[in-house]
Protein backbone atom coordinates (compact mmCIF):
# COMPACT_ATOMS: atom_id res chain seq x y z
CA UNK A 1 0.00 0.00 0.00
CA UNK A 2 2.48 2.61 0.94
CA UNK A 3 3.72 2.22 -2.55
CA UNK A 4 0.47 2.34 -4.14
CA UNK A 5 0.49 6.16 -2.24
CA UNK A 6 3.90 6.89 -3.12
CA UNK A 7 3.36 5.63 -6.62
CA UNK A 8 -0.19 7.62 -7.10
CA UNK A 9 1.16 11.04 -5.26
CA UNK A 10 4.35 11.79 -7.51
CA UNK A 11 2.42 10.64 -10.76
CA UNK A 12 0.29 14.24 -10.12
CA UNK A 13 3.06 16.58 -8.38
CA UNK A 14 0.80 19.40 -7.05
CA UNK A 15 -2.45 17.78 -7.38
CA UNK A 16 -4.46 17.39 -3.37
CA UNK A 17 -6.12 13.65 -3.15
CA UNK A 18 -8.17 12.97 0.05
CA UNK A 19 -7.36 10.35 2.00
CA UNK A 20 -10.64 8.81 0.64
CA UNK A 21 -9.29 8.89 -2.84
CA UNK A 22 -5.92 7.61 -1.70
CA UNK A 23 -7.59 4.39 -0.15
CA UNK A 24 -9.48 3.77 -2.95
CA UNK A 25 -6.40 3.72 -5.56
CA UNK A 26 -3.91 1.90 -3.15
CA UNK A 27 -6.73 -0.28 -1.88
CA UNK A 28 -9.25 -0.87 -4.08
CA UNK A 29 -10.63 -4.70 -2.91
CA UNK A 30 -9.62 -3.48 1.34
CA UNK A 31 -12.76 -2.78 3.33
CA UNK A 32 -11.13 -3.68 6.69
CA UNK A 33 -8.35 -1.35 7.01
CA UNK A 34 -9.73 1.99 6.84
CA UNK A 35 -9.21 5.54 6.13
CA UNK A 36 -6.88 5.98 9.57
CA UNK A 37 -4.11 2.86 7.16
CA UNK A 38 -4.00 5.87 4.90
CA UNK A 39 -2.84 8.36 7.09
CA UNK A 40 -0.23 6.20 9.00
CA UNK A 41 0.98 4.64 5.84
CA UNK A 42 2.00 8.87 4.79
CA UNK A 43 3.63 8.58 8.22
CA UNK A 44 5.70 5.89 7.12
CA UNK A 45 6.77 6.63 3.88
CA UNK A 46 7.91 10.13 5.35
CA UNK A 47 9.98 8.39 8.04
CA UNK A 48 11.61 5.87 5.50
CA UNK A 49 12.36 8.17 2.97
CA UNK A 50 12.97 11.26 4.89
CA UNK A 51 11.73 13.59 2.20
CA UNK A 52 9.31 16.52 3.20
CA UNK A 53 7.90 16.28 -0.31
CA UNK A 54 4.15 15.05 0.79
CA UNK A 55 2.60 17.88 2.00
CA UNK A 56 -0.91 17.55 4.18
CA UNK A 57 -3.10 20.05 3.00
CA UNK A 58 -4.86 20.56 6.58
CA UNK A 59 -8.75 19.90 6.05
CA UNK A 60 -8.14 18.19 2.46
CA UNK A 61 -6.13 15.06 2.21
CA UNK A 62 -2.23 15.60 0.63
CA UNK A 63 -0.22 16.57 -2.09
CA UNK A 64 3.08 15.56 -3.30
CA UNK A 65 5.52 18.56 -4.72
CA UNK A 66 8.52 18.61 -6.73
Do not use: C
Not at 4 to 25: D, K, S
Request: proline share 3%; aromatic share 18%.
Amino acid sequence: MEFNILYYLALHPGWTFTREQLYQYAMPNDFASGLESVTSRIYKIRKKLNINAIQTVHGYGYRFEK
